[in-house]
């Protein structure tokens, strides 16, 4: 197939290259290699000298090792993709929220060392204004393209402190000037589960008022902030790992994750489906 493909797609300006010529080569090679080629170090081989017959420096033969790595090579559109992500204020929002009559989304985490933190924010506040425009309502994509900016440009926050019991908060206004973030791609770490006789209960406990030995066993809980050229080695190495331990399963947390490098979400989603399953669907 390889030895095809480059018979009908190859351009030679030179007008040398000719099938019968390409047909010589693929024989002469064929002998080099023995005249059998037995096993896949010797397709290999055979491969590699036959593209390197051709004299074009435009066309090399990749094994599939050397092809998957190169896929995981962002390209520079996505990584300069990656480099607006990691520039903000740290601030990862939820779900819809009411404090008397203010409405915004509630900040479900804050990246350590990010402006967010430094401004005073923490989980369980809630957000009501990104540089005056109310976010209640907002998608993810709306909320946090108006947080995204270039480093050293301002953003202005309108929030409040506390839970949405506390209805006696007021509005605080907060100016944070946006920074390259000190976010890993992925992160990972375990929640126990505690043994009970029903999912009611196990709601109602708290970890905090738990004896020790109610916890029977624990979940890894994966994080993926988004997807660069390492991603799928760190969750399947997370994986590697709980399975090593015995964990009774996995939490795979992708809230708020812009995205990133393509073949790496590819990559991420097969340690997780069965070969041949559909990883996306496009409905037009």
Not at 20 to 26: E, F, R, S, T
Not at 144 to 164: D, E, Q, Y
């Amino acid at each position: 197939r390889a030895w095809q493909t480059v018979s009908n797609e190859l351009f030679d300006p030179s007008g040398r290259f000719t099938q019968g010529w390409w047909a010589a080569q693929l024989s002469q090679e064929l002998q080099a290699q023995g005249g059998v080629l037995r096993d896949a170090h010797q397709l290999d081989a055979a491969l590699s000298g036959l593209m390197a017959r051709l004299g074009d420096k435009y066309s090399t033969y990749l094994r599939a090792s050397d092809y998957r790595r190169a896929l995981r090579r962002p390209l520079p559109a996505e990584r300069d993709y990656l480099e607006v992500q990691a520039v903000g204020t740290g601030l990862q929002l939820g779900a819809s929220t009411k404090l008397g009559d203010w409405e915004g989304l509630r900040v479900e985490g804050i990246t350590p060392g990010s402006p967010a933190e430094e401004a005073g924010l923490t989980r369980g506040d809630t957000v009501l204004q990104i540089d005056g425009v109310p976010v209640a309502g907002l998608q993810p994509a709306a909320w946090s393209g108006l947080l995204r900016g270039p480093s050293g440009s301002r953003v202005t926050v309108l929030f409040i402190h506390g839970s949405a019991l506390d209805v006696e908060a007021q509005p605080q206004l907060s100016v944070m000037e946006r920074w390259k973030l000190p976010q890993p791609a992925v992160r990972e770490a375990r929640v126990p589960l505690v043994a009970s006789s029903s999912p009611q209960q196990q709601e109602n406990v708290q970890v905090g008022n738990t004896p020790e030995d109610a916890f029977t066993d624990e979940v890894a809980y994966i994080r993926v902030y988004h997807f660069s050229s390492e991603t799928t080695e760190l969750v399947a190495r997370a994986l590697a790992q709980g399975e090593q331990d015995g964990v009774a399963g996995y939490v795979l947390d992708l809230r708020n994750s812009p995205g990133g490098v393509f073949e790496e979400a590819i990559g991420t989603a097969a340690l997780f489906l069965k070969q041949g399953q559909t990883v996306v669907s496009t409905v037009r």
